[in-house]
């Protein structure tokens, strides 16, 4: 009989590994080469874990031989796991928990059933299978990529279905102007700012937060586009080659913007020219009569060779040939004001908004708000009124203490303005960051000169995960900071924990950068 109770505790472990797998499965994008990246990324960071690990699995297999203890001894040590493996989730607080969206529902629902048939077919096996099987179950994060493999065609069926079903109703709408958006960083900026405009005078939709994948642009089809939309800004994102062409055949806009080009997502692009030439596909699959808007002061955007003969307008902040170029910038703890330099003149604005790369966005959304007809007084009105873009330069209150928050999907160029905007602000000036990901090989140097750059612009430093800020650390020790000024802790909570203790109410705190769970040792 007390055989029987092996199965629930091997059913228990298998679930509370399998809860954790797709949580970190979902973090990476349900993306395999990122998810076996993270896998083994575990291994140079956690070597002890590894190694305790594996020796677990040794016991499990090893209490076979317990004659004739061997199935308490089994039934003890799986016992213990599941008690210790279920309060180590329990303590963590995660920044971003596990969402039961269709998808993870269908990979429980797959992998539960591979579960029992493969306990089906243990059970008449020989009693040392059922050991391993056991000891298998904490190798299940490693194990159940191949399941999910098996599970990718049916998610690919559902992708397509949705997709061209979505495909056919945008065509329907041919009225419809559509706004493609695109670039290493600033896309989501920029589309927000462009809706907050376009706004004042037409019926437009955007596609919701970080909404920039194929499924996620199908979703905001979907649910949110209505026959009355005037315009729908879409924004496009991409990690790897293939991703821009692939959205501009589905969504096919008339308009486009190159926000920025950088070395964002080098891991999966491989290299500079793939990312240049994934970028400006944007602007390639425009049609003849499109128009597309580049940023100047991007000198991969400025020296790529356009093929297409749809007309370009120009943005930019350092460069002055260009047809809309921002000056007299003017920063404040409560905004920015700046003139637009254009053939129409000079025309002033102010803002809520911090950073010149907010400023860049601006002139995206100036450049194509002339486009549609809105007067420069609307302009100024809506530029004026423009609310924050959440965790992007967003100034704000916490528990009575002034936070610059920058957390969304930091990068060497934002973070570079997020320094000088903090180097503005009174008393004193914190920073809480884990640094960056998604570099490739330049990853540690740019977290590097991260650190470098932080001498006299930062008062005191907060890092996130130890093994990831060590590049900044030593940008920090080579720039001579103080460090006795520098902080490294595990967690976010922790940091801000930290904070409330050091900080006054009158200090400005940057929070630069908030990785997934995944990302975070």
């Given at each position: 009989?007390?055989?029987?109770?092996?199965?629930?505790?091997?059913?228990?472990?298998?679930?509370?590994?399998?809860?954790?797998?797709?949580?970190?499965?979902?973090?990476?994008?349900?993306?395999?080469?990122?998810?076996?990246?993270?896998?083994?990324?575990?291994?140079?960071?956690?070597?002890?874990?590894?190694?305790?690990?594996?020796?677990?699995?040794?016991?499990?297999?090893?209490?076979?031989?317990?004659?004739?203890?061997?199935?308490?001894?089994?039934?003890?040590?799986l016992a213990i796991l599941n008690v210790?493996?279920?309060?180590?989730?329990?303590?963590?607080?995660?920044?971003?928990?596990?969402?039961?969206?269709?998808?993870?529902?269908?990979?429980?629902?797959?992998?539960?059933?591979?579960?029992?048939?493969?306990?089906?077919?243990?059970?008449?096996?020989?009693?040392?299978?059922?050991?391993?099987?056991?000891?298998?179950?904490?190798?299940?994060?490693?194990?159940?990529?191949?399941?999910?493999?098996?599970?990718?065609?049916?998610?690919?069926?559902?992708?397509?279905?949705?997709?061209?079903?979505?495909?056919?109703?945008?065509?329907?709408?041919?009225?419809?102007?559509?706004?493609?958006?695109?670039?290493?960083?600033?896309?989501?900026?920029?589309?927000?700012?462009?809706?907050?405009?376009?706004?004042?005078?037409?019926?437009?939709?955007?596609?919701?937060?970080?909404?920039?994948?194929?499924?996620?642009?199908?979703?905001?089809?979907?649910?949110?586009?209505?026959?009355?939309?005037?315009?729908?800004?879409?924004?496009?994102?991409?990690?790897?080659?293939?991703?821009?062409?692939?959205?501009?055949?589905?969504?096919?806009?008339?308009?486009?913007?190159?926000?920025?080009?950088?070395?964002?997502?080098?891991?999966?692009?491989?290299?500079?020219?793939?990312i240049i030439q994934e970028k400006m596909?944007?602007?390639?699959?425009?049609?003849?009569?499109?128009?597309?808007?580049?940023?100047?002061?991007?000198?991969?955007?400025?020296?790529?060779?356009?093929?297409?003969?749809?007309?370009?307008?120009?943005?930019?902040?350092?460069?002055?040939?260009?047809?809309?170029?921002?000056?007299?910038?003017?920063?404040?703890?409560?905004?920015?004001?700046?003139?637009?330099?254009?053939?129409?003149?000079?025309?002033?604005?102010?803002?809520?908004?911090?950073?010149?790369?907010?400023?860049?966005?601006?002139?995206?959304?100036?450049?194509?708000?002339?486009?549609?007809?809105?007067?420069?007084?609307?302009?100024?009105?809506?530029?004026?009124?423009?609310?924050?873009?959440?965790?992007?330069?967003?100034?704000?209150?916490?528990?009575?203490?002034?936070?610059?928050?920058?957390?969304?999907?930091?990068?060497?160029?934002?973070?570079?303005?997020?320094?000088?905007?903090?180097?503005?602000?009174?008393?004193?000036?914190?920073?809480?960051?884990?640094?960056?990901?998604?570099?490739?090989?330049?990853?540690?140097?740019?977290?590097?000169?991260?650190?470098?750059?932080?001498?006299?612009?930062?008062?005191?430093?907060?890092?996130?995960?130890?093994?990831?800020?060590?590049?900044?650390?030593?940008?920090?020790?080579?720039?001579?900071?103080?460090?006795?000024?520098?902080?490294?802790?595990?967690?976010?909570?922790?940091?801000?924990?930290?904070?409330?203790?050091?900080?006054?109410?009158?200090?400005?705190?940057?929070?630069?950068?908030?990785?997934?769970?995944?990302?975070?040792?």
């Amino acid at each position: 009989m007390i055989k029987y109770i092996v199965y629930p505790l091997i059913l228990s472990l298998f679930v509370l590994n399998l809860k954790k797998a797709l949580h970190m499965f979902q973090q990476n994008r349900y993306e395999f080469d990122r998810y076996t990246n993270w896998l083994f990324q575990q291994i140079k960071v956690n070597v002890k874990n590894i190694l305790l690990l594996l020796l677990t699995i040794f016991f499990l297999i090893a209490s076979y031989w317990l004659q004739p203890y061997s199935i308490l001894a089994l039934s003890t040590i799986l016992a213990i796991l599941n008690v210790v493996i279920y309060h180590q989730e329990k303590k963590k607080d995660y920044i971003k928990p596990l969402h039961y969206t269709n998808r993870v529902k269908r990979q429980w629902v797959f992998l539960l059933f591979v579960f029992l048939g493969a306990s089906i077919w243990i059970y008449a096996q020989s009693e040392l299978v059922l050991y391993v099987f056991s000891a298998s179950a904490l190798l299940l994060p490693w194990l159940c990529i191949y399941a999910l493999i098996l599970l990718e065609p049916i998610e690919n069926y559902v992708k397509g279905r949705f997709k061209t079903k979505a495909k056919k109703k945008l065509q329907a709408q041919t009225a419809l102007k559509i706004i493609g958006i695109t670039g290493s960083y600033g896309k989501t900026s920029s589309k927000n700012i462009l809706q907050a405009i376009l706004s004042e005078q037409y019926y437009s939709l955007m596609t919701p937060a970080s909404f920039n994948t194929p499924m996620g642009i199908t979703r905001t089809v979907h649910e949110y586009l209505k026959p009355t939309h005037e315009v729908f800004i879409c924004e496009m994102g991409a990690d790897r080659v293939g991703d821009i062409k692939e959205l501009m055949q589905f969504v096919q806009p008339q308009y486009g913007v190159v926000t920025s080009i950088g070395p964002q997502h080098l891991n999966t692009f491989k290299t500079m020219e793939n990312i240049i030439q994934e970028k400006m596909q944007m602007i390639e699959c425009l049609p003849k009569d499109g128009v597309g808007v580049l940023n100047y002061d991007n000198a991969y955007i400025k020296n790529y060779k356009i093929s297409n003969t749809c007309r370009i307008l120009t943005i930019a902040i350092e460069e002055s040939e260009v047809d809309y170029q921002a000056i007299n910038i003017q920063y404040t703890p409560l905004g920015t004001t700046f003139d637009v330099k254009s053939k129409d003149g000079i025309e002033n604005y102010e803002t809520r908004l911090l950073g010149k790369h907010n400023i860049m966005n601006i002139l995206v959304a100036i450049a194509l708000a002339k486009e549609f007809g809105i007067t420069s007084q609307q302009l100024q009105h809506a530029i004026r009124m423009c609310p924050y873009i959440q965790h992007r330069l967003e100034l704000k209150n916490i528990n009575g203490y002034t936070f610059i928050d920058n957390a969304f999907n930091s990068n060497p160029s934002g973070a570079k303005m997020s320094l000088e905007v903090l180097s503005r602000m009174p008393n004193r000036r914190f920073i809480i960051t884990p640094g960056f990901i998604d570099l490739g090989s330049l990853q540690e140097e740019a977290n590097y000169e991260f650190g470098y750059a932080m001498k006299d612009k930062v008062d005191v430093v907060i890092l996130v995960g130890k093994h990831q800020t060590r590049p900044i650390y030593q940008g920090l020790q080579a720039s001579n900071f103080d460090l006795q000024q520098v902080h490294v802790v595990d967690k976010v909570v922790e940091a801000f924990q930290l904070v409330y203790r050091l900080a006054d109410k009158t200090d400005t705190i940057l929070l630069e950068n908030d990785l997934p769970d995944a990302f975070n040792h």
